[in-house]
């Protein structure tokens, strides 16, 4: 492609021209939220390499949303720091964060009804689409490229995500399953550098938990993004993560590779609570 035909899309911000080169995608430092009188993060540290798939896994309530959502700039955190490919993104205004290359999908699906789910997914470019007045006046030059380069991106997630025979049906009038998918690809048409994940395989049966599972793999594999992903289904996240953080009430009670980390006795009491965890160490000596 010539540099006269060449859309213009935008790749991901690089955060800094000062950022130190690192290998860490993100690291926390030492993270405090509390809503009230409620600690819900009490100095929570990690850090995420580049090209893992990181699992952030815990009870109910033990803070794994509210640390997502310091990490995008949702919620200021109270002390600490958040580096992103080595730049402090601490406090940075969540469309700024996306800016950088950060993507998420949300334990609640966040799709639009009555819109088809090709326009759903084309809705994750709007991060790239910053109109400007000298395009607009070039329209027809600049404008309609950009637009057919944006839905180049599209189809080629839409082809990825093996959407193609429900590219026009309403979103609502599919499966749970397959609205997943499709907020998965609104992610992915963003073109993150690192993707956060919050339950992406809730309320799916194990057939379409794998096939979930593999597209996460894939995308890790052939999109060069990092994944940072918070799951309740161990069997997933002992399959698919590098690497897991375990959070209780607000605080890191184990880390390391998933398997290891999700049998510590003190997982398995915050999971099962003390009795079933007894019984459960009687039942593997
Ligand atoms: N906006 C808020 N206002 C008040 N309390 C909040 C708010 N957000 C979270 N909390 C509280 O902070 C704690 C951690 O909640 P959070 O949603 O981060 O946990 P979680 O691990 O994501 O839980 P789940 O697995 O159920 O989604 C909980 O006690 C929750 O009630």
Redesign the pocket.
């Given at each position: 492609m010539t540099p006269a035909s060449a859309p213009h899309v935008r790749p991901a911000a690089p955060l800094s021209r000062h950022a130190p080169a690192t290998d860490i995608a993100l690291s926390c430092h030492g993270i405090e939220r509390s809503?009230?009188g409620?600690r819900?993060l009490k100095g929570v540290d990690l850090e995420v390499r580049q090209g893992q798939i990181f699992g952030l896994v815990?009870?109910?309530?033990?803070?794994?949303?509210?640390?997502v959502?310091v990490m995008t700039g949702f919620?200021p955190p109270n002390a600490g720091r958040v580096e992103l490919f080595g730049a402090d993104i601490t406090r940075m205004a969540p469309h700024k964060v996306a800016r950088c290359g950060v993507a998420r999908t949300f334990?609640n699906l966040a799709l639009f009804k009555g819109m088809s789910v090709l326009d759903n997914v084309l809705l994750g470019r709007h991060v790239h689409m910053r109109p400007s007045a000298l395009a607009s006046l070039f329209y027809w030059v600049w404008a309609e490229r950009e637009e057919l380069a944006h839905r180049r991106v599209v189809e080629e997630i839409i082809d990825f995500m093996q959407l193609q025979d429900i590219r026009d049906e309403p979103v609502e009038a599919i499966p749970m399953g397959l609205q997943k998918r499709v907020e998965l690809a609104r992610a992915l048409v963003a073109q993150p550098r690192f993707l956060i994940l919050d339950?992406p395989m809730a309320g799916m049966n194990q057939e379409e938990k794998e096939y979930i599972a593999r597209f996460i793999l894939d995308a890790r594999d052939e999109r060069d993004v990092t994944i940072f992903i918070?799951e309740?289904h161990m069997d997933v996240v002992t399959a698919i993560c590098d690497e897991v953080v375990v959070?209780c009430y607000?605080e890191v009670i184990a880390r390391g590779d998933p398997a290891t980390a999700i049998a510590q006795p003190q997982v398995v009491k915050a999971y099962l609570g003390e009795r079933a965890a007894a019984r459960h160490a009687g039942t593997a000596s």
């Open positions: 809503f009230g409620l819900a815990g009870p109910n309530g033990s803070g794994k949303t509210t640390m959502n919620y334990q339950e918070i309740h959070l607000g």
